[in-house]
């Protein structure tokens, strides 16, 4: 057993003291459609170390239930020169009341004058959805500065308890969350590239929209490159090599064949070498990027793909290759 203080801290307008960075390249944007994987990443990745344990075996259902709550339920992501750094989760509770539900920096921001102009943007942004009060609580298993920002932030504590509680006998680490988050990203990729990939003419390969444009067998071994970068830098040994594209057979074989090296080494025991918002903000979502221009290009070049809620996709991690569930939700 082990005891664990809650304190329950409020403030208002005339006590609230904000505190903002001038660093350049921070910025406060609030999540908008609402993203449950990224709330999940974040909820896993910051509150490993303080046990956040309370949702961790939440279902992705239960995930989308809560964020996709948008009439209640925000959430804001701070970010540093576009790689993301930190999030607050906002709920409006009683009128006139919201609480900062979550809220914390990863591993790597964390220490670097960064929390204290987060909790302005969250406390600012809990009174634009029409907060008199924000209210918060913080423990002491928590980040050991977390305290002494909300109070310099002109927080007030309204009330303090303590209760035993019983613990893991170690903190649940970031690192098997970040990594099962990035292996549905890549399942994700896997699984609309392949349908962007799907029944392509044959002319589709060098289609070109306007001279000097890239074609899509270029985009295609672009992407294919994106994720061999992706292995170098999770092995420790950064390189970009701009690969000389083959035939749209191969290059399509290649595409899911790097995704698959990609992903083994992420269910593996190796280290991952870099921090996994790296990976995300570079090589995964810029191959989202591209899979969205191929899946235009389809349409341009007059041979389009249906839409698809994807958030009803059959999409599995460690599945890689092109034979994908069926879609359950198409549309024109």
């Known amino acids: 057993m082990t005891a664990v203080t809650v304190h329950y801290l409020e403030t208002d307008r005339a006590a609230f003291k904000p505190k903002h960075s001038s660093q350049p390249g921070v910025t406060f944007a609030h999540v908008n459609p609402p993203q449950p994987e990224l709330n999940r990443f974040f909820y896993m990745t910051v509150g490993g170390p303080y046990y956040w344990l309370e949702r961790r075996e939440w279902t992705s259902a239960e995930w989308a239930a809560r964020v996709g709550n948008a009439d209640s339920v925000a959430t804001w992501l701070l970010s540093v020169d576009g790689v993301p750094a930190g999030y607050a989760e906002l709920e409006r509770r009683d009128p006139g009341v919201v609480e900062i539900q979550y809220f914390g920096l990863l591993p790597h921001y964390a220490g670097k004058g960064l929390g204290a102009h987060m909790?302005?943007?969250?406390?600012?942004?809990?009174?634009?959805?029409?907060?008199?009060?924000?209210?918060?609580?913080?423990?002491?298993?928590?980040?050991a500065g977390a305290l002494s920002n909300y109070l310099a932030r002109?927080?007030?504590?309204?009330?303090?308890?303590?209760?035993?509680?019983?613990?893991?006998?170690?903190?649940?680490?970031?690192?098997?969350?970040?990594?099962?988050?990035?292996?549905?990203?890549?399942?994700?990729?896997?699984y609309r590239g392949a349908k962007a990939l799907r029944g392509a003419p044959a002319s589709f390969a060098g289609f070109v929209v306007r001279p000097g444009s890239r074609t899509p067998l270029q985009i295609l071994a672009h992407t294919s490159d994106l994720y061999d970068w992706a292995l170098s830098m999770a092995k420790g040994a950064e390189t970009w090599r701009n690969a000389t594209p083959g035939s749209w057979d191969v290059e399509v074989a290649r595409f899911h064949a790097a995704l698959e090296a990609f992903d083994a080494y992420l269910a593996g025991n190796e280290q991952v070498h870099v921090h996994t918002e790296r990976l995300f903000a570079g090589p995964i979502a810029d191959s989202l990027n591209h899979i969205g221009q191929l899946t235009m290009l389809r349409r341009v070049a007059g041979a389009p793909i249906k839409g698809e809620n994807y958030s009803r996709a059959d999409i599995l991690a460690g599945r890689l290759g092109p034979d994908q569930p069926a879609p359950t939700r198409e549309f024109d």
Not at 119 to 142: H, P, Q, W, Y
């Open 119 to 143: 909790l302005s943007g969250a406390v600012e942004r809990a009174f634009d959805m029409g907060a008199e009060k924000v209210i918060v609580n913080t423990c002491t298993l928590d980040h």
């Open 154 to 190: 002109g927080f007030r504590e309204v009330r303090s308890d303590t209760k035993d509680r019983v613990l893991p006998s170690a903190a649940p680490t970031e690192t098997n969350g970040a990594r099962a988050l990035l292996r549905h990203a890549v399942a994700v990729v896997a």
